[in-house]
């Protein structure tokens, strides 16, 4: 009797029952009894022979399918790329990856190894993607990327907070490969072990970071950084470091593009001078960033004999490609800081940087004096000072703050040439004057057409002084901004036989002030009254005022705005009109 096709075995069916009887056959071969179905013994053999032919044809069915998904895979464009290409498009995803964390960079490189075999081949013949070593990773895997990154320069990574490792047991797999650090990147607060672990050449070092703990090794006595890398680092360009003292006569500083001192304390000096020398052995210097460095006062006497590498420099050191200098206070040591030794002067005027430097200096006191050189020549050392036509004034929130100055150029708006932050525990008042005192002497502004200022509530009598002087000294100021400051502050424009500062101010603007009506009217009027304007014999005329701009300032009416219309154009945003 034939069977109906929906009940007739399909062929892989068969093909498995064929399997079954033949594993049961083999295993009934040698029994001395025939096959009997009911027994526990022989249904326990049937149970093995079934799984026997279901691991079997498992695994012949996975690699069935691992081969077809691989011809499937080779159809697709992707894989039509030359490897060199594929490769290429590896590095660029994992040089993102790593900007992220160790792990996900470690999760990326699993990922495109697990896509295929010819991924897995392509990543794990690309050296360049195994090349990162983080203290954060098992020491399983720095050891497999040792290996597969073959020859290719490695970057080094130990931060004490974020690693799996001790500080001995990374270094101790990555030193014997110095000869390949592309980058070292070193922060620990055991400081002290550091120089055992750099006693090798680095001839491929590129960049190097080393950030210790404030102490014994960040006072320039220390001699424990005196020959790291047994002073052969020929290609390094970017040198960080922090509370870590390398003497300053090392030739690690040579040929520099980048030099980053802080936390260090300078008790000597003669450092100065050795520092400027340092500077001369980097003319390609685009970055020096001086952050709570520590010196000795008197720094331009010279009490050294010790010769030239001790004694100050008869010329001026340039940096032409010099395009960020910073500078900060000092916040830890009993020592003096840089910018109340007078050093931060000293090396100012000896150094020449070009026009498009860009200048930041944060110090502790309210003495500019005492940081910017005051000459002649500063012209010459600094000439971004003189490109200067816009110039921001913000007084702190709070008296613990600092006033910030900062200075552009309208080419590039969004740079700074110059920016200050002065003394951040001083009265206000104090800041304000000095500020305005010491800007017009040290800053040489003859370009300045904007003047900012934020944040000047009521002040003192000196402080108007001194702003007045300040007005006054800068005659080719055409627009002035008021930004959340007090009546007294803008009452300063207002012109009189004796006071007429600002005589190009064109526009006013004035955003969030609590000023008093007529005040502002008294301002208007001066400058847009004729006979005022040509003033008495023996005074300088003033062009009108012609735009005055006002935003949310509280004290304006709508009767106030119309009467200033009736002198000049008043633009009014988020203001009653």
């Known amino acids: 009797m034939s069977l109906d096709n929906s009940e007739a075995p399909s062929f892989p069916q068969l093909t498995l029952q064929a399997f079954i009887d033949d594993n049961l056959h083999k295993i009934y071969a040698d029994a001395d009894t025939p096959h009997q179905g009911t027994s526990p013994a022989n249904l326990d ?116 907070e974020e690693c799996n490792l001790h500080f001995s047991d990374f270094m101790a797999l990555v030193v014997p490969h110095t000869h390949r650090w592309r980058t070292c990147h070193i922060i620990t607060e055991r400081s002290r072990a550091i120089p055992h672990f750099l006693q090798t050449s680095a ?37 960080y470091l922090d509370a870590i003292f390398v003497p300053l006569a090392h030739p690690i500083y040579a040929g520099l593009t980048t030099l980053h001192l802080g936390n260090i304390d300078y008790l000597l000096q003669e450092s100065m001078f050795r520092l400027l020398r340092a500077l001369e052995g980097s003319p390609s210097l685009e970055v020096l960033e001086l952050l709570n460095l520590g010196f000795t006062p ?133 800041k304000l004057q000095a500020i305005f005192s010491h800007l017009g002497h040290i800053l040489p502004m003859p370009l300045l057409e904007k003047l900012s200022l934020s944040r000047i509530k009521t002040i003192e009598p000196d402080s108007i002084a001194a702003i007045v002087a300040f007005l006054g000294q800068h005659s080719t100021i055409q627009r002035i901004e008021f930004i959340d400051c007090g009546t007294s502050v803008i009452d300063v424009l207002a012109l009189t036989p004796s006071m007429r500062a600002c005589p190009l101010l064109r526009e006013l603007w004035i955003s969030d002030c609590t000023i008093r009506a007529h005040s502002l009217i008294d301002v208007v009027k001066s400058r847009t009254n004729q006979d005022q304007l040509r003033g008495g014999p023996g005074t300088a005329e003033v062009v009108q005022l012609q735009k005055l701009n006002i935003n949310q300032c509280r004290g304006i009416s709508p009767l106030t705005i119309r009467e200033l219309r009736r002198h000049l154009v008043v633009v009014c945003q988020g203001q009653a009109r």
């Open 203 to 239: 001839p491929h070092l590129e960049t190097l970071y080393l950030d210790g703990e404030i102490g014994t090794n960040s006072r320039d006595s220390s001699t424990a950084f005196d020959r790291i890398f047994i002073n052969h680092t020929p290609h390094l360009r970017e040198l």
């Open 298 to 430: 008197t720094v331009e006497a010279n009490p050294s004999s010790n010769g030239d590498m001790e004694g100050p420099i008869s010329q001026p050191v340039q940096l032409l490609h010099l395009r960020d200098l910073r500078c900060t206070g000092y916040q830890w040591s009993e020592r003096h800081p840089l910018s109340e030794t007078r050093g931060l002067r000293y090396l100012l005027s000896h150094i020449i940087a070009p026009p498009t430097l860009k200048l930041a200096i944060s110090v502790r006191g309210i003495n500019l004096r005492d940081v910017i050189p005051i000459s002649p020549g500063s012209a010459r050392n600094l000439p971004n000072l003189s490109l200067i036509d816009t110039l921001f004034i913000q007084a702190p929130r709070y008296s613990v703050e600092q006033l910030t100055v900062s200075g552009h150029c309208s080419a590039s708006p969004d740079d700074e040439l110059v920016s200050f932050g002065i003394g951040g525990d001083h009265p206000e008042h104090l």
């Open 45 to 160: 053999k049937e149970i093995k022979a079934v799984q026997l032919a279901v691991e079997a044809i498992k695994e012949c069915a996975d690699k069935r399918l691992r081969d077809l998904h691989r011809r499937r895979n080779h159809l697709s464009l992707i894989y039509r790329l030359p490897n060199e290409i594929l490769s290429s498009i590896f590095q660029f995803a994992e040089s993102f990856a790593r900007t992220r964390s160790s792990s996900k960079r470690l999760h990326f490189l699993f990922n495109i190894s697990s896509v295929s075999h010819l991924w897995r081949e392509v990543a794990l013949n690309t050296p360049g993607l195994w090349t990162s070593l983080s203290a954060s990773l098992p020491e399983g895997a720095i050891e497999a990327s040792l290996d597969r990154s073959k020859h290719a320069a490695l970057c080094i990574q130990y931060h004490s």
